[in-house]
């Protein structure tokens, strides 16, 4: 079976609205408004999908035991690794943060991309 998702048709009543905030990233300066709909978690949470969306701003990301592979929708962004140059990502970018990945996200135009989380 296959679960299914129209994403490009969800209404803002479809979609969590919350604060970024730990222990999924540490917002640095001003709130940070997320809109996620989450529309696969797999029985143990373990593997999570869904889209995101965010306001702009900065914010620290600590990954731990957990992984995330993300496809850009819409939106632009900075992500800076620990010791290592930042890459610029936007409309058409996937990238994969594996477990143990520490940085920065900076969030330069409001954001939507579509997630999924592993361990």
Do not use: Q
């Not at 593997?47 to 702009?56: L, N, V």
Request: net charge negative.
């Amino acid at each position: 079976m296959a679960i299914v998702c129209d994403v490009t048709g969800l209404s803002d009543e479809e979609k969590e609205v919350a604060p970024l905030a730990l222990p999924l990233a540490d917002p640095l300066g001003s709130e940070i408004i997320t809109r996620y709909f989450n529309a696969f978690t797999s029985p143990d949470g373990r593997h999570t999908a869904g889209t995101w969306e965010s306001d702009t701003g900065r914010s620290r990301w600590e990954f731990g035991l957990d992984g995330e592979i993300i496809y850009i929708l819409g939106g632009r962004m900075t992500v800076t690794r620990d010791g290592e140059e930042g890459i610029a990502l936007g409309p058409g970018d996937l990238a994969v943060f594996e477990p143990e990945w520490n940085g920065f996200w900076e969030i330069t135009e409001p954001l939507s991309k579509v997630y999924v989380t592993f361990r």
